[in-house]
């Protein structure tokens, strides 16, 4: 919802180049949502979701943090303000959300790694890293 806010702002401000970021962030989040709505998620197994999910709040975060400096710094109109000023919390809440998703990653990647057989041979062994 903030995305798209913030695309309605910079399509009403001077600073319009910077509309297709929001755009495409709030289109992504669409696709993703409806994805885990779906349960896509359980029908691909083989596509890393967290992972895709986690690169999405990474880029958004530094994307929306690039262009609402650029926004308020450059352009005077209050739409353009308005948009710099939603793309910082949205900088805010695209972090937190990374935050949670780079949990969510490592506990998905931890139940990945003890399901291979590699993981599975070294139970009940202790290492020894070249000591006797």
């Not at 509309?19 to 669409?30: Q, R, S, T």
């Not at 609402?68 to 303000?81: E, L, M, N, W």
Request: proline share 3%.
């Amino acid at each position: 919802v903030l995305s798209f806010i913030i695309f309605i702002c910079y399509i009403a401000s001077q600073a319009a180049a910077f509309m297709m970021a929001p755009l495409l962030e709030f289109l992504l989040a669409l696709f993703l949502f409806f994805a885990y709505a779906s349960k896509l998620n359980e029908k691909f197994k083989g596509f890393y979701w967290p992972l895709t999910d986690f690169l999405r709040c990474v880029t958004a975060a530094i994307i929306y943090f690039a262009i609402s400096i650029a926004a308020v710094s450059k352009h005077s109109d209050g739409a353009s303000k308005a948009a710099g000023v939603f793309g910082f919390i949205a900088t805010i809440v695209y972090a937190i959300d990374f935050y949670i998703t780079f949990n969510d990653l490592v506990t998905f990647l931890k139940q990945g790694s003890s399901d291979s057989p590699e993981g599975n041979k070294s139970e009940g062994k202790i290492p020894h890293f070249g000591y006797k």
